[in-house]
């Protein structure tokens, strides 16, 4: 594997990377001074001495019925249990508390996409009304009870949270699939998750269109039912009152209109059912390697108190702010930071049903302005999304954040630069948030008013989390080194998650096995969670997030990380995405391929490949050189938005391109298959068959559990 002279005999730990250190940008005066998080003396309060104590001061901004005599009980271990003997409700906490004092403040307010069509702002006076009549019904009408588990198929309308706080509100687990996803992928979850009544929309606007949602029901049922589950109810919400506006019929005796039955629980109310802090409060799913989806089951009082204390340090939330996270409540991000988060604050939570492009790219602009929206929390595929199809539209409105957030992947230093400069008027301060569906909450990031931003970084492990990072073997990579490795948390927090429903040996295998010190212990300090992520941590404590640890390329013994390679291609002016993935090459055992996307109004061109490469030989280095740059219409995307370098990688090397059918864009994966494997083939650069182990380290790129 060597190249020339150069002995390469790097392990995980010693990679180089070859990103730049990029420069830092202070928070500003204005923000510092009214921050929740400027007291320093909070970073001690929850440095390791104190642990796990120190996530009272999470816990205490809760309404608890009975506090905890345990605050982490490891006696089980890795199945960590928090705030132990304690007992809350969640819709209390996020309803009920707030009436005495903001009784008919806005809770969320909700923007159609149809820009003709009147927002809609709803109290917590009115949520708590109609929470608690959905529950009455839940109960009294389905016989449902806590501990049962109800699957939802719900787009970004004001429903969602409704029907998640009804559940929480009697203790019954709720299961939201996004909106997006097949029928089947929500039937699969229904049996995943044993669920017998299932809660959906008949239909909602999206790009323009008014989509028949209800059709997915029938198919989640069918789907379930072949797989020995039996959905007794299909209750419908109707996204305009009093007309079903799908053309799939309805089904006599199980399918029901919720409108019309709730009429029978007007007024009704049913007390919160006080739930052990460790009793789930619902699950997300997210993929992994095999087939069945994982559950992620996420408790009461640590899930709680942990989007609390992080809505309240890391997005600043007060009260009286306006809020806007545009991610989907069917992820991970709406749950804790579009709903739980912010309602367990008391805040105002704007939700916005469509395509933040439509009708045009000042769309979002349009409705911080006219909202007054001082936070605003998206992620890099958006903004890259924003950048390119309206990169001058934000300073076209007159509208104030105060804060940004980014999530969901890394940033490039690039696009950041232009989120902060543009979208954030130079004003905005910017936390890069990383964590994960497993984890509830966020677990790198800068403290908005203590720590100067650094773009492309998330920044420390934030308040009560010790991450460290692994190399292959073991060993600890040195602190501060900026040599790459796994990332993984040294500590247990209030809002990991409980277990896999249904699989908790697939949860110790697949988060705890690779790093535990010894699997008979009940010491936490022997269980690190494994991330699944490379990454490294620069001198200054700040750490790099280098995407999914089976996304990166080896190079002639180089480990290149696909977000430097994408981040050097993002420097060219015309390009707005870029995906980089490894092809079979004889000479150097693998090479780079790139794949870009260009801005609107730049048309393909051997210069722009060539720019590409340039920016690439000059930024990583030659080693780096990609065999070819494909200039293509999109990306094959998930639903969340995040690059599916698989499949591009798949076509780059005439391999299976694996599962398609949970992409946001599958129609884009034939017409790129068709350009560069014939261009290839017209170039004679077809590769021979593939060994074994080339084959598998394809099909395992890009897909860590
Ligand atoms: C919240 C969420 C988790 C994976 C995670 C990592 C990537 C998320 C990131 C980030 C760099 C950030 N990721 N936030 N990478 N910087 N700020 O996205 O959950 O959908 O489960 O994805 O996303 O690779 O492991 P989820």
Redesign the pocket.
């Given at each position: 594997m060597a190249v020339g002279s150069e002995q390469v005999e790097l392990t995980e730990a010693q990679i180089a990377v070859h990103w730049k250190e990029e420069e830092y940008y202070p928070p500003s005066a204005k923000f510092i001074a009214q921050a929740n998080g400027a007291d320093p003396s909070r970073l001690e309060r929850f440095a390791e001495e104190n642990f796990p104590e120190c996530f009272r001061e999470y816990a205490d901004l809760l309404t608890w019925d009975r506090y905890w005599h345990t605050t982490l009980d490891t006696g089980n271990a890795p199945f960590w249990k928090w705030w132990v003997g304690g007992k809350l409700n969640a819709s209390y906490n996020c309803v009920d508390r707030h009436l005495a004092s903001s009784r008919n403040k806005a809770a969320f307010i909700w923007v159609p996409e149809p820009e003709d069509e009147e927002t809609r702002v709803i109290t917590y006076q009115e949520l708590y009304a109609t929470v608690n009549e959905f529950a009455a019904f839940l109960r009294d009408g389905c016989g449902l009870k806590a501990g049962d588990r109800v699957t939802f198929h719900l787009p970004m309308v004001p429903e969602l949270p409704v029907a998640m706080l009804a559940c929480a509100r009697l203790g019954v687990i709720h299961s939201q699939v996004f909106g997006g996803f097949s029928g089947q992928a929500c039937g699969e979850r229904i049996v995943d998750s044993d669920s017998h009544i299932l809660i959906t929309m008949d239909a909602y606007c999206r790009n323009g269109e008014l989509i028949d949602h209800k059709q997915k029901a029938d198919e989640a049922v069918e789907h379930a039912q072949k797989n020995g589950a039996k959905v007794e109810k299909v209750l419908v919400w109707r996204r305009y009152a009093g007309k079903y506006s799908s053309p799939t019929p309805m089904v006599e005796g199980r399918d029901f209109f919720v409108d019309e039955l709730l009429v029978e629980y007007r007024g009704a109310r049913v007390a919160p059912e006080s739930m052990p802090a460790e009793a789930p409060l619902f699950l997300m799913y997210?993929s992994g390697t095999t087939a069945r989806p994982k559950g992620c089951q996420h408790s009461t009082g640590g899930y709680l108190s942990y989007v609390a204390g992080t809505s309240k340090y890391y997005l600043d939330i007060h009260p009286e702010d306006t809020y806007w996270c545009l991610a989907d409540i069917g992820?991970?991000?709406g749950h804790s930071y579009i709903v739980y988060g912010p309602l367990a604050l008391g805040t105002t939570s704007v939700m916005y049903e469509g395509v933040p492009t439509y009708p045009d790219a000042g769309r979002p602009w349009r409705i911080a302005e006219r909202l007054g929206v001082n936070i605003f929390h998206t992620?890099p595929t958006t903004i890259r999304m924003l950048r390119k199809a309206g990169p001058d539209e934000p300073k076209k409105y007159d509208y104030n954040f105060k804060l940004m957030v980014?999530?969901?992947?890394?940033?490039e230093p690039e696009v950041w630069r232009w989120y902060h400069r543009e979208v954030g008027k130079g004003e905005a301060a910017i936390v890069?948030?990383?964590?994960?569906?497993?984890?509830g909450g966020f677990l790198?990031?800068t403290l908005p008013a203590l720590h100067p931003m650094k773009p492309g970084s998330?920044g420390p492990g934030v308040l009560g989390i010790y991450p460290v990072i692994y190399d292959e073997d073991g060993k600890e990579v040195e602190a501060g080194s900026g040599k790459a490795g796994n990332i993984c948390i040294r500590n247990p927090w209030p809002g990991i998650f409980e277990t896999i429903w249904g699989q908790p040996e697939r949860y110790v295998e697949t988060y705890y096995a690779k790093y535990c010190k010894d699997r008979g212990s009940k010491d936490w300090r022997d269980w690190p969670y494994f991330?699944?992520?490379g990454a490294l941590q620069a001198a200054d404590g700040y750490f790099r997030?280098l995407?999914?640890v089976d996304d990166v390329i080896n190079v002639a013994g180089h480990r290149l990380g696909t977000k430097e390679l994408e981040s050097a291609a993002l420097t060219v002016e015309e390009i707005a995405e870029a995906a980089a993935v490894p092809v079979i090459d004889e000479m150097r055992g693998k090479a780079v391929e790139m794949y870009v996307a260009l801005k609107p109004g730049y048309t393909a061109s051997s210069q722009i490949e060539a720019g590409v490469t340039g920016a690439i030989e000059t930024i990583i280095g030659k080693i780096a050189r990609p065999k070819n740059v494909w200039i293509v219409q999109d990306m094959p995307k998930t639903r969340?938005g995040?690059i599916m370098r698989r499949v591009v990688a798949g076509i780059s090397n005439f391999t299976d391109p694996g599962d398609t059918s949970t992409l946001a864009n599958p129609e884009v994966v034939e017409a790129i298959r068709r350009h560069v494997q014939s261009e290839k083939a017209a170039r004679g650069d077809i590769p021979r068959p593939l060994s074994e182990q080339e084959l598998e380290e394809i099909r395992v790129f890009g897909q860590a559990e």
């Open positions: 997210t992820w991970i991000t992620a980014t999530v969901g992947e890394p940033i890069d948030t990383w964590w994960q569906t497993e984890n790198g990031s998330c991330a699944a992520d997030i995407g999914r969340s995040k």
